[in-house]
C-alpha cells in the first residue's frame, strides 16, 4: 500500500472499464476470494452490512493480499468514520446519500488534514500511528497523505441526481457513483432499475458526468444490465454481489439436483 499514489485513480486511467462487485458477506476469506478471482475493485460495504471498524481491517488485510482494490463504503457522511477509516489504512471511500455540494464538501473536508493550499479547511484528526501511515514507518504522510486519497460521492435520489454538476464541481471530488436501487426506490420503482423512467434518469446521470469530466460509476444485478450500463458512458461498474452471486449459484445448484424450481431471488437484488 502506497499512501501516496491512490490505486483505484490508476484503475480509471486504464483502457478498459474496471469491473467490481460488492461485499455483503462481511467476512475477509471472502473478501480474499473475490479478489483472487479478478475482480478489479471491490465494495466494502459499511452502510448495509454489520461491518464494525474492526472487521473492515480484517477485510482490508486480506483484500491487501490480492490484485483487487478496496472501497469502503460509509455507512454515514460523518467526520468520524471517516477518520477512523482512514487511519485503518482505507484510501478510496465513497459517501452515501450526497444531496447537494455543502454535503459533498463536509466529505472532502473530512478526508483531509488542515492545509492552506485547500479550496477549504481540511478537519480529520491527526494521529501518527496507525495503519494508514504505515505505523508511523511512511515519511511525511501527515504532510502528503491528502494527495492519496480518493473519494466517490453518491448520488441516490433525483433531487442529488439534479444537483449533479454542482456536486461534481466540489474541489476534491474525484468521482461520482449512482445507487440504482435507492434511485428507483425515490423514482417510485422500488426494486425494479430495469424500469424505463429509471434507465433513462441512469443514461443521463452518466452523459452529464462524462460532460463535466468526472467519472461516473454504478452496480447492476446481471452482466447483461452492467454491460448496458458501460454503453450508457459509466466509467466503472460493479455486478451484483458475492452474497447475491452466491445466493443464485447455490439455488442454481439445488434445482438441478432436485429437479424442480426451488427459492429464488430477485433479479433486481444485488
Known amino acids: 500500500m502506497d499512501p501516496y499514489n491512490n490505486p483505484f485513480k490508476a484503475l480509471l486511467s486504464a483502457p ?40 473492515l481491517l480484517h477485510i482490508l488485510q486480506a483484500i491487501a493480499g490480492t490484485p483487487a482494490v478496496p472501497v469502503v463504503r460509509l455507512a454515514v457522511n460523518d467526520i468520524t468514520q471517516v477518520k477512523r477509516a482512514l487511519d485503518i489504512g482505507a484510501q478510496t471511500l465513497m459517501f ?54 480518493f473519494r466517490i460521492i453518491q448520488l441516490e435520489t433525483p433531487q442529488a441526481i439534479e444537483r449533479l ?50 467519472p461516473i460509476g454504478i452496480v447492476g444485478p446481471t452482466p447483461e444490465m452492467v454491460q448496458r450500463f458501460i454503453e450508457f458512458g459509466y466509467t466503472y461498474v460493479a455486478v451484483a454481489s458475492d452474497m447475491g452471486m452466491m445466493v443464485r449459484q447455490a439455488g442454481a445448484f439445488l434445482s438441478a439436483l432436485r429437479q424442480a424450481p426451488v427459492k429464488s431471488i430477485d433479479s433486481g437484488v444485488y
Request: charged content about 20%; overall charge negative.
Open 165 to 214: 454538476e454542482e456536486i461534481a464541481a466540489v474541489d476534491g471530488v474525484d468521482a461520482l457513483f449512482v445507487g440504482p436501487g435507492d434511485l428507483s426506490a425515490a423514482m417510485g420503482h422500488i426494486g425494479d432499475i430495469g424500469h424505463a423512467e429509471v434507465q433513462s434518469a441512469l443514461k443521463d446521470a452518466a452523459a452529464r458526468a462524462r460532460a463535466a469530466g468526472k
Open 16 to 55: 478498459s472499464v474496471p469491473l467490481g462487485t460488492w461485499l455483503m458477506s462481511g467476512t475477509a476469506s471472502t473478501a480474499e476470494a473475490m479478489g483472487c478471482i479478478g475482480y478489479d475493485w471491490l465494495v466494502v460495504d459499511m452502510e448495509h452490512v454489520p461491518i464494525e471498524f474492526k472487521d
Open 96 to 149: 452515501p446519500f450526497v444531496q447537494n455540494a455543502d454535503e459533498a464538501k463536509r466529505a472532502v473536508s473530512a478526508t483531509r488534514y488542515p492545509a492552506v493550499a485547500e479550496a477549504f479547511p481540511g478537519m480529520r484528526g491527526f494521529a501518527a500511528m496507525h495503519r494508514g501511515s504505515r505505523y508511523a514507518t511512511v515519511a511525511d504522510y501527515g504532510k502528503r497523505a491528502n494527495a492519496g486519497i
